[in-house]
Nanobody, 124 residues
Framework: QVQLVESGGGLVQAGGSLRLSCAAS????????MAWFRQAPGKEREFVAA????????NYADSVKGRFAISRDNAKNTVYLQMSSLKPEDTAVYYC?????????????????WGQGTQVTVSS
């Protein structure tokens, strides 16, 4: 059983940056693909970014390409989401997720473990 704890959310002005962190425990971190999803009020949870076990393969939603960067530190059992050039439409609760295996997935049903979420609010 993997436990995921996100941190780093907050309030930021449009154009600003934030870095989210997700600390994992209870499993072998390198056996998991890690991802970030987000959910805005009244909307479905959507894929943001994912990274394979080695960090050499990543995938991004079109809406965040060129602005967000996902990375992982396997020595620290932590995955990060560096968010830059933030827009008001990036406002959402951001969730960290994990799935056992090697293939990156972009649908939330493919992920077995979820964090509690961290709020990101971007003001205009």
């Amino acid at each position: 059983q993997v436990q995921l704890v996100e941190s780093g959310g907050g309030l930021v002005q449009a154009g600003g940056s934030l870095r989210l962190s997700c600390a994992a425990s209870g499993g072998t971190f390198t056996t998991y693909v890690m991802a970030w999803f987000r959910q805005a009020p009244g909307k479905e949870r959507e894929f943001v970014a994912a990274i394979n076990w080695s960090g050499l393969s990543t995938n991004y939603a079109d809406s965040v390409k060129g602005r967000f960067a996902i990375s992982r530190d396997n020595a620290k059992n932590t995955v990060y989401l560096q968010m830059s050039s933030l827009k008001p439409e990036d406002t959402a609760v951001y969730y960290c997720a994990a799935r056992r295996g090697v293939a990156i997935a972009t649908i939330h049903d493919a992920y077995n473990y979820w964090g509690q979420g961290t709020q990101v609010t971007v003001s205009s």
